[in-house]
C-alpha cells in the first residue's frame, strides 16, 4: 500500500541519512524552533527547503517541510517519490500551502526525492559525503539536481559550509561570493532575525538594482 495514501509514513533514522557536525550551532533559518529543528536534523529537510526558495520569503520556504512531515508523519524521500501526484499536490496546497504555488512545486518537490532516491540511495547527505567530493564536485552534484541552478546551488554550498559543518576542500571557491564569511546575501547568512532582516535588505536592494538597469 503507498504510504501517502494511508498516511503511514513514519519517519526514518536521520542517522543513515548523515546527521550534521556536533557542536554546529542551531539553525535558526525560519525562526520557528520545531521547523529548524527538523532542517538541522535531517538533511533531505534542508535540501527541500533550499528548492522552495524562490517566489516566497526565505523563511516561508525553508518552513515548507515541516508543513509536509507533519501532514506524512515523515519526511522519507522514498515514500515521497511514490506518493500518488494529486493526492501529494493536494497535500501541498492545504492551508497553510507549502507554496505559494502548490501544484507547480510538489512536481518539483516528487522529483527532488525521486532524484536522491536513485541517485544517493534515498541518503541527502550523499551529495556531499559519498566519494569524499571537494567544493566543485559538490557544487557540480547540486547543479544537476532537478530545480536547482547556479546561483540555487551555490547558496547551498554555502549554506553547508557556513552552517552545517560540511566544508569539503575549496567549498568557499565554489560557493563564489556567497562563500565569503561576513556578509548577508542569503539564507546561508541567516543565523537570527537580526541577520534574515539584513539579507531580506540585500535581496531587496539588488532587485531594485537590477530594475533600475532593465
Known amino acids: 500500500m503507498n504510504a501517502c495514501r494511508d498516511g503511514s509514513l513514519l519517519i526514518r533514522g ?7 557536525f556536533e557542536g554546529m550551532p542551531t539553525l535558526c533559518l525560519t525562526q520557528d524552533p520545531h521547523a529548524d529543528q527538523l532542517l538541522q536534523d535531517d538533511p533531505f529537510a534542508l535540501l527541500l527547503g533550499m528548492l522552495l526558495d524562490q517566489q516566497i520569503p526565505m523563511e516561508v520556504a525553508f518552513a515548507g517541510p515541516r508543513k509536509i512531515a507533519d501532514r506524512l508523519g515523515g519526511l522519507d524521500p522514498a515514500e515521497i517519490a511514490a506518493c ?29 526525492a525521486r532524484e536522491v532516491v536513485d541517485r544517493y540511495g534515498g541518503n541527502a547527505a550523499g551529495l556531499w559525503t559519498q566519494g569524499d567530493p571537494d567544493g566543485a564536485e559538490v557544487l557540480r552534484r547540486l547543479k544537476a539536481l532537478p530545480g536547482f541552478g547556479e546561483q540555487k546551488a551555490k547558496i547551498f ?37 537580526g541577520s534574515l532582516e539584513q539579507v531580506r535588505a540585500y535581496k531587496k536592494k539588488m532587485k531594485a538594482a537590477a530594475k533600475a538597469k532593465a
Open 157 to 193: 554550498l554555502a549554506l553547508l559550509g557556513k552552517q552545517y559543518g560540511v566544508t569539503p576542500p575549496g567549498w568557499r571557491a565554489a560557493a563564489g561570493d556567497y562563500g565569503k564569511a561576513g556578509t548577508h546575501m542569503s539564507i546561508a547568512d541567516v543565523v537570527d532575525k
Open 84 to 112: 500518488e501526484p494529486e493526492r501529494f499536490a493536494a497535500l501541498c496546497a492545504e492551508t497553510p500551502a507549502v507554496h505559494r504555488f502548490p501544484g507547480s512545486m510538489s512536481k518539483r518537490i516528487q522529483g527532488l
Open 14 to 20: 536521520r542517522a543513515a541519512r548523515g546527521v550534521r
